[in-house]
Nanobody, 115 residues
Framework: RLVESGGGLVQAGGSLRLSCKDT???????????WGWYRQAPGKQRELVAS???????NYVDSVKDRFTISRDNARKVVYLQMTSLKPENTAVYFC????????WGQGTQDTVSS
């Protein structure tokens, strides 16, 4: 299953580092996949925020470019999201999954950014 962690309450301008561990998959499943971080804000649909391919190609939604950085550790089967210069509009529950959303969703991690 997917286990997200690292969320919390921060003030605007602060930083958080999220982690997502795939606790069940073997590396031969994890490694070839493009992984993404998604978020769901209150009253909104879940959206893709950032993704990273198996060749470390990354993509970001425009609103987080130059502030968020996605990375991965294939040996540990972990995907990270470093978030800096956080804004109140970044408040959401953050999830990870493959780009195809092929895994069952985890619980997510709540990030709250106060103004």
């Amino acid at each position: 299953r997917l286990v997200e962690s690292g969320g919390g309450l921060v003030q605007a301008g602060g930083s958080l580092r999220l982690s997502c561990k795939d606790t069940r998959a073997i590396t031969s499943f994890f490694n070839p996949k493009t992984w993404g971080w998604y978020r769901q804000a209150p009253g909104k649909q879940r959206e893709l925020v950032a993704s990273i391919s198996n060749t470390w190609d990354t993509n970001y939604v425009d609103s987080v470019k130059d502030r968020f950085t996605i990375s991965r550790d294939n040996a540990r089967k972990v995907v990270y999201l470093q978030m800096t210069s956080l804004k109140p509009e970044n408040t959401a529950v953050y999830f990870c999954n493959t780009l195809e959303q092929s895994r069952d969703w985890g619980q997510g991690t709540q990030d709250t950014v106060s103004s």
